[in-house]
């Protein structure tokens, strides 16, 4: 079985930083895409970001672009998601998930097989 565990959320200012990181145990991030996606109270979950498994190709929603980084470590089995300028949006419950099945579809929720228990950002005023 696969566990994926997401940390680094946290309460930050407007206009702040926060770098969030995934694990993996029971396999190897090596292989598979990984992406980040958020969910806000009363709202659907939504994607984020995605890496595939050589970290060679990178994908991020609108309202995170230039923003928002996304990249990987194999040897550590971790992918992170590095958040700068921080808005009162991005409030959201973020996850990482693994997708074992190399879906081209890496902005559905669907395409994923494994997913994080999820870690809480919150960004205030």
């Known amino acids: 079985q696969v566990q994926l565990v997401e940390s680094g959320g946290g309460l930050v200012q407007v206009g702040g930083s926060l770098r969030l990181s995934c694990a993996a145990s029971?396999?190897?991030?090596?292989?598979?895409?990984v992406g980040w996606f958020r969910q806000a109270p009363g709202k659907e979950r939504e994607f984020v970001a995605a890496?595939?498994?050589?970290?060679?190709?990178?994908f991020y929603a609108d309202s995170v672009k230039g923003r928002f980084t996304i990249s990987r470590d194999n040897a550590k089995n971790s992918v992170y998601l590095q958040m700068n300028s921080l808005k009162p949006e991005d409030t959201a419950v973020y996850y990482c998930?693994?997708?074992?099945?190399?879906?081209?579809?890496?902005?559905?929720?669907?395409?994923?097989?494994?997913w994080g228990q999820g870690t809480q950002v919150t960004v205030s005023s």
């Open positions: 029971g396999r190897t991030f090596s292989r598979y895409g």
């Open positions: 998930a693994e997708d074992i099945r190399g879906s081209y579809y890496y902005w559905m929720t669907d395409e994923y097989d494994y």
């Open positions: 890496i595939s498994w050589s970290g060679e190709e990178t």
